[in-house]
């Protein structure tokens, strides 16, 4: 418990730190939502920073709605089958709120944190059974699958620290809970299924047959059956792509390529997680492949053949790859101090020493991005709308040139001039629903390469957006662009404003609103 306090104090300061600065106070932005998913009834009043968010914002989408009961939760997700497939901590959220949908938003960032870091304890508790001192538990606690976890809200963690508790259980012998862990943890990534297989392959090989076949039976059980549903409500051919999958180590040399140039290597994440990954699979290898003897040293073999075959989506950069890895380390931490050999030891605990090492300085770039405040996106609730508008009109005080039709709105210059320029124009928008509203972005580019994303808000009736410098915001695009705004459903009305950045300039005027209305687009 005292590990797991210190663990917790110490993430505990280091997202107050951020939020102080970064998240105009409110931890619930580490969840990360982006404009091109927002999802107003989840999202209500947190706070917006760009366009595009992060995967934890899918998750905590499916917590007011586990079993996607409301249309409006998989209009949210960008691929409903897919994140769904990971319910078990939105699931729980749910449940422990008893429905309620603000509160288990709250209660899925805790038990991310929490439950990741119950798996910091448990490792504590397996060193003082193996009869090594339970501190070199916190190594864990920056480990970059966890930090990752933490900092960007996903279930990577939580799903990590059930696992660790299962096996933990199973080398307890007590079966039941194990079970029961490791079929929550396959709920809550489907990978925890090595897990569970690895357990069954102790089981049999002691020649409990019939606690193997449940090991290796219920969890998948559990997961096809969910996956089925899912299938039946979103269709058969909606599923995740399978090409995260690739031939053993073909990620290696485009990593390699990647990280050639960075300067200085200490200092760079993705070399000391590129390095942890390599040394957990050699460490593993060698060690293990043949000789595991137990349910910890099988399930780190099993991640560690994993991590061989992920490909490039994976791997192409650091925060993916600790995610999807973030169970090796607290298992090489397991293995190197219950096993014999010194070689052993030293092979697995450089793993976990450069899966620290990435972990902190992911924090560190975190603590020193907060020096810089940022200015959130708000989505305000109970804003009327702009009043005495009844139809459209172009106003007479363009901040450039207007281009209407299909009840769709053009807007030229949609500008952020680059830094270092004679100018410093940035474009500000304000969208206000007058009815539930789902409003839509395009950046158009004068040579024809538009952005390839469209941008969505979504808006109940009487919501506003305010987008300081909405080019910036929107797509991250310096330059003077065009932008085509329309209504995909519902109604909504536009403000726009063309201002000078520059100390001491005048603040001009909002443009007259502009309705957009998706009845009046052409079919």
């Not at 947190?46 to 409301?70: C, K, S, V, W």
């Not at 390095?275 to 050699?282: E, K, N, Q, S």
């Not at 172009?394 to 210059?413: K, M, Q, W």
Request: proline share 7%; charged share 15%; net charge positive.
């Amino acid at each position: 418990m005292a590990i797991c306090a210190v663990a917790a104090a110490a993430w505990g300061a280091v997202l107050l730190a951020i939020a102080d600065r970064r998240l105009a106070g409110d931890v619930r932005g580490f969840i990360l939502p982006g404009l091109r998913w927002y999802h107003s009834a989840a999202f209500d009043d947190i706070a917006i920073f760009g366009a595009r968010g992060y995967d934890g914002e899918f998750y905590a989408m499916l917590a007011p709605d586990p079993l996607l009961l409301r249309e409006d939760t998989a209009w949210g997700l960008d691929s409903p089958i897919y994140r769904a497939r990971r319910v078990g901590v939105p699931l729980a959220a749910w449940l422990l709120a008893g429905g309620h949908g603000a509160t288990a938003i709250r209660l899925y960032q805790l038990l991310c944190w929490g439950l990741a870091l119950v798996g910091i304890g448990v490792v504590a508790a397996w060193l003082r059974a193996s009869d090594r001192s339970p501190w070199w538990a916190l190594v864990l606690a920056p480990s970059a699958g966890l930090a990752v976890s933490i900092l960007r809200t996903t279930p990577d963690g939580a799903a990590a620290g059930l696992i660790v508790t299962a096996l933990f259980l199973h080398h307890r012998e007590r079966h039941r809970a194990a079970l029961l862990a490791v079929a929550v943890a396959t709920l809550v990534r489907e990978t925890s299924l090595l897990a569970a297989l690895a357990i069954a392959w102790s089981e049999w090989r002691a020649g409990r047959r019939r606690s193997a076949i449940a090991f290796g039976l219920v969890p998948l059980a559990l997961l096809t059956a969910w996956q089925v549903r899912l299938m039946l409500r979103f269709g058969w051919g909606a599923g995740a792509p399978f090409d995260v999958v690739e031939r053993p180590l073909s990620w290696v040399g485009p990593k390699l390529r990647q990280i050639a140039d960075v300067s200085p290597p200490w200092l760079s994440i993705e070399v000391w997680a590129t390095l942890a990954v390599l040394l957990a699979i050699a460490a593993s290898l060698v060690f293990l492949l043949g000789r595991s003897r137990t349910a910890a040293e099988r399930t780190l073999l099993l991640f560690s053949c994993l991590a061989l075959v992920l490909g490039w989506k994976v791997y192409v950069e650091a925060f993916a790859s600790a995610r999807a890895l973030a169970v090796i380390p607290p298992l090489a931490l397991i293995v190197a101090a219950a096993g014999p050999g010194l070689a052993r030891r030293l092979g697995l605990g450089a793993a976990v020493a450069c899966s620290a090492v990435a972990g902190g300085l992911l924090v560190r770039q975190m603590l020193l991005e907060a020096r810089t405040p940022t200015i959130p996106i708000r989505i305000a609730a109970n804003v009327a709308a702009p009043a005495g508008v009844l139809a459209n009109s172009l106003p007479a005080d363009l901040h450039g040139t207007v281009r209407s039709g299909d009840g769709s709105l053009a807007i030229e210059p949609f500008v952020h001039d680059p830094p270092g320029g004679p100018t410093r124009r940035r474009t500000d928008l304000e969208v206000a629903a007058e009815t539930p509203a789902a409003v839509v972005f395009e950046l158009l580019r004068a040579d024809g390469r538009n952005y390839p994303w469209p941008c969505r808000i979504r808006l109940e009736a009487g919501q506003t957006a305010r987008l300081a410098d909405a080019p910036q915001r929107l797509f991250g695009s310096n330059g003077s662009f065009g932008l085509r705004v329309s209504a995909e459903s519902g109604a909504a009305t536009l403000r726009w404003r063309v201002r000078d950045d520059r100390p001491g300039a005048v603040l001009p005027p909002w443009s007259a609103p502009f309705v957009l209305d998706s009845e009046a687009r052409s079919p």
